[in-house]
């Protein structure tokens, strides 16, 4: 029997996630790569993060969306699991409009973090 959660996540795109997870000073592994779970049981993913307990965390592909994988019982990051995935999915909303207001020719005028944790962003675009 597979001790490996799925949990389900709203990322969409790699290069998104693995800029997340930098911003958070995580040393993460591109993959494929195979995760490492209770009793040497294994899980393929894009993303790996090894954890000093020999358990690790990983994202894999699921058609969908790149879904978090772990043996939950074994977590061993610095957040709860909702809190990791929390500011994972906020770093990752960050680079996507960030990019994606790039490519349409905005720049990032001004940036704040607030108090409660959200960043507000000003963007601009000067006409031609």
Known sequence: MSHFSQI?????N????????TDMGIDWKA???EVRGYRGQTASAEVAIEQDNGYDVGFRWNGQ???LVADL???QQN???NGFLN???????YHTVVNETTKQGFQVA????NEDGSIRLVLQRWAG
């Open 8 to 12: 389900k996540t709203q990322i969409r």
């Open 14 to 21: 790699l290069t998104g996630l693995q800029a997340a997870l």
């Open 31 to 33: 993959g494929p790569r």
């Open 65 to 67: 969306e790149y879904e």
């Open 73 to 75: 019982q074994y977590w």
């Open 79 to 81: 957040l709860t699991v």
């Open 87 to 93: 500011q994972v999915t906020q770093r990752y909303a």
């Open 110 to 113: 001004q940036q704040q973090k």
